[in-house]
Each structure stands twice: as structure tokens, then as C-alpha cells.
């Protein structure tokens, strides 16, 4: 699996995923959504998953959410992958992972489709 080194814009499927977690209401939550509007992706998970680092412009406004886990989703993938889980992150008050992890033994390399997410608020 290469990795991006120069990030990049976000494609279709995690535009979509990010903006439907990011549609729950939760501390700090219109501060991300702020910061959303300038995020670039940047692969650097060499397992193949579709898991993607975010990278926020400098100048977007701090969300007062710490590090943690801003919200995370359970989906169902096609097998052979099953289901998956998404977690979004937040370091320093800045989006900084979504990632995607499979309960099973398969990779998953790509992301379920916005309306598929079950959202669980942390």
C-alpha cells in the first residue's frame, strides 16, 4: 500500500462520511464543522484500509474538545469485510483520523455509504 505524502483533497465517499459524522451535535462540533471546509486527506495506514489522516488548515478556529474521540459509527460492508467501525478523531483541537476498522479478518478498503452509518455519539 503507498501512502499520500502531500496531502490531498478529500474523494467522494469520505466527504460523505465525514460530513454525516460531523452532522451529529456534540461539544465543539460547529468548530469542526468550521475547520471541515479546509481539510486534506493524507494516507499514511500502510495495512490498505481506507483509514486517512486529516490535515486542517492552520488558521481554522480550535474546537475545545482536547484529544479525543468526536464520534465514532458502525456500518456494514459487503463481505467478505463485514461490519466495521468509524472513528473520528481530534488532537489539539483539530481534526485529525477518521479511521476504519474492520471486527473481522478482512481489510477494510473502502467506506460504507453515508446512510449505512449507525452514529454513536462519544
Do not use: K
Amino acid at each position: 500500500m503507498t501512502v499520500d505524502v502531500v496531502p490531498r483533497p478529500l474523494d467522494e465517499a469520505e466527504q460523505q462520511v465525514l460530513d454525516r459524522l460531523l452532522s451529529e451535535d456534540f461539544p465543539g462540533v460547529d468548530r469542526l464543522r468550521v475547520q471541515r471546509a479546509s481539510v486534506l486527506a493524507q494516507r499514511t495506514c500502510r495495512c490498505g484500509c481506507a483509514s486517512i489522516d486529516l490535515v486542517v488548515d492552520s488558521s481554522a478556529p480550535l474546537a475545545s474538545v482536547g484529544d479525543t474521540v468526536a464520534v465514532s459509527a458502525h456500518a456494514e460492508l459487503p463481505e467478505p469485510i463485514g461490519p466495521v467501525m468509524i472513528v473520528l478523531f481530534v488532537h489539539d483541537g483539530r481534526l485529525s483520523l477518521m479511521e476504519i476498522a474492520s471486527y473481522g479478518h478482512h481489510v477494510p478498503d473502502r467506506w460504507p455509504a453515508c446512510e449505512d452509518l449507525d452514529i454513536e455519539r462519544c
